[in-house]
């Protein structure tokens, strides 16, 4: 796997990361500021979010929580028009910024990326999941916007499945902080994950936490089609499948 690294200026720690291999390409970007108010800018999670969006090329479709409720709890239906419906599932509820002062209505650290609105929830712990998005058919990329991850102890990861079996894990690379440190309080990040073979992609993502301490927020979550077979793969295929069906009617002459 080759990994590139650009460290980004900005107020705070700013960090943008994107790692490419024959399975995945993964895009992380982190500002730390020690906040609990939105600032106007985040570079190095606008920059994470800008370059997986340019590989996207347009096919990105992106749930904001505009729609929802504010208090509104899961299941949550998420309606990524063109792709696929998506259900998320986990103890949480939807929140909201105030416009005036910028921070939640709850007076804590997690507000919205572009908007108003976000949807917010508490780590597990031991690496347990702590909240599911399922898929109604393959998706091939998936990302989102996360504010106060890390401020009480959980180390975030998320794992991507199809059918049951693991595609891929991406545990998130920041430092977690025990409370103590509020360098991470408000902080925002973005992750995201982009299939690069058609056996990559995904129809569920777990979240999984290991500090039930951490309670997070989570914006613009960003979902892409499936990855479709290579021509190439698609004519071995049916190659495959015409010489099946000549075996079948040999056997049937035969019998």
């Known amino acids: 796997m080759t990994t590139l690294r650009s460290t ?7 960090l943008a990361l994107a790692a490419t291999s024959a399975q995945a390409q993964t895009f992380y970007g982190d500002d730390v500021d020690g906040s609990s108010t939105r600032r106007a800018s985040a570079v190095g999670t606008t920059a994470a979010r800008s ?14 929580f505009e729609g929802f409720a504010v ?25 909201r910024v105030d416009a005036d002062t910028r921070r939640a209505t709850d007076g804590f650290g997690r507000y919205s990326n572009s908007s108003n609105k976000f949807y917010e929830t508490r780590s597990t712990t031991d690496a347990r999941t702590t909240f599911t998005i399922d898929f109604s058919r393959p998706v091939g990329a998936f990302g989102f916007v996360g504010v106060d991850i890390g401020d009480f102890g959980s180390q975030l990861s998320l794992v991507f499945l199809r059918d049951g079996a693991e595609v891929f894990t991406f545990a998130l690379p920041y430092a977690a902080t025990d409370g103590t440190d509020s360098g991470r309080d408000g902080s925002r990040l973005f992750t995201g994950f982009v299939a690069q073979t058609f056996d990559q992609n995904f129809d569920r993502v777990e ?10 927020a989570f914006d613009d979550m960003t979902v892409a ?15 495959g499948l015409l010489a099946l069906a ?3 009617a040999r056997r049937r002459r035969s019998a």
């Open 8 to 14: 980004l200026a900005a107020t705070g720690a700013a």
């Open 51 to 64: 370059a997986f969006l340019a590989t996207l090329g347009g096919a990105a479709l992106t749930e904001n």
């Open 71 to 95: 208090g509104e709890m899961p299941p949550l239906e998420l309606d990524f028009s063109g792709a696929a419906v998506a259900t998320l599932n986990a103890a949480g509820r939807v929140g």
């Open 207 to 216: 979240f999984r936490g290991t500090d039930s301490d951490d309670v997070f």
């Open 225 to 239: 089609p499936a990855v479709v077979p290579e021509p190439a793969t698609v004519a071995l295929m049916g190659t």
């Open 246 to 248: 000549g075996v079948a």
